[in-house]
């Protein structure tokens, strides 16, 4: 996502998903490709998170983002070490289709509606306590530079 303003970015922020074992090259990838953004135009803050192991993790994270995207408190079927999932994908799949849109909604938009619940509801600073990896550094970067693009304190 990039923000701009009279067509010109002011900061550009971006997620990508990685495995457990492919964190240090992205790592570095990373720093090259802000290296990069930082020759083209030096006063744009850029953030790039790595969802460790998928983003799908740190929607299950947040125990409010689960409940909002699934009705229901399921903290028996969430794994303590969300980023040691192998595959969050599956699992988000496999939690989000045990429960049925309700009857008044729209089953074509169901997934997209749960997925979205999570997102509004997702609190930065508990998934990244059980995020510390993946989220915690993305949030932390997002927050400064959000920050420093509005002059906010």
């Not at 997925?115 to 932390?140: D, K, Q, Y």
Request: aromatic residues 6%; contains cysteine; hydrophobic residues 45%.
């Amino acid at each position: 996502m990039t923000i701009l303003r009279n067509q010109q970015p002011l900061a550009v922020f971006a997620l990508i998903d990685a495995r457990a074992g492919e964190v240090a090259m992205l790592r570095r990838d990373s720093q090259d490709i802000l290296s990069q953004c930082a020759t083209e135009a030096q006063t744009v803050p850029v953030v790039i998170g790595l969802a460790i192991q998928e983003i799908e993790i740190w929607m299950l994270a947040d125990p409010h983002s689960r409940q909002a995207a699934l009705g229901q408190v399921i903290e028996h079927l969430v794994p303590a070490d969300l980023e040691a999932v192998g595959d969050p994908k599956s699992l988000w799949a496999y939690l989000a289709g045990g429960f049925p849109c309700p009857g008044d909604g729209h089953p074509e938009l169901h997934s997209d509606n749960q997925r979205r619940a999570a997102w509004e509801s997702l609190r930065p600073e508990v998934v990244g306590h059980l995020c510390p990896s993946g989220f915690a550094p993305f949030s932390a970067a997002a927050q400064k530079a959000v920050r420093s693009v509005f002059r906010l304190k």
